[in-house]
């Protein structure tokens, strides 16, 4: 099994910053699990349906970005603290969402977006953007 477990959610304003940090454990460390596994940002404004962020393969750190955030959320390694991490940068109320942390263990390719794609959830953190 893996468990996910996010941090770092809040409320900010337009225009602010914050980073959001995935802490990992369980299988993802059986090296034939680590060397294919993807973790994934997705997020879920009230209302709409759960979509795709961003994901980094955790082998060598490549990562994938959906284009409605690319310039302003980067995600990244925390080696110290051993975390998988979203900054988020220019945050917009319509960034306003619960974010997840979701990890595909057998992943076809980087690019995958689709909830279904994913096999592990954390409960999520909530992100409130203000304007």
């Known amino acids: 099994q893996v468990q996910l477990t996010e941090s770092g959610g809040g409320l900010v304003q337009a225009g602010d910053s914050l980073r959001l940090s995935c802490a990992a454990s369980g299988r993802v460390f059986d090296r034939l699990v680590f060397d294919r596994l993807v973790l994934g940002w997705f997020r879920q404004a009230p209302g709409k349906e759960r979509e795709f962020v961003a994901a980094?393969?955790?082998?060598?750190?490549?990562?994938f970005s959906a284009d409605s955030v690319k310039g302003r959320f980067t995600v990244s390694r925390d080696v110290a603290a051993n975390t998988m991490d979203l900054k988020m940068d220019g945050l917009k109320a319509e960034d306003t969402a619960v974010y997840y942390c979701a990890a595909d263990l057998n992943p076809t390719s980087l690019s995958n977006t689709d909830v279904s794609d994913y096999n592990y959830w954390g409960p999520g953190t909530q992100v409130d953007v203000s304007s």
């Open positions: 980094m393969r955790q082998s060598d750190d490549t990562t």
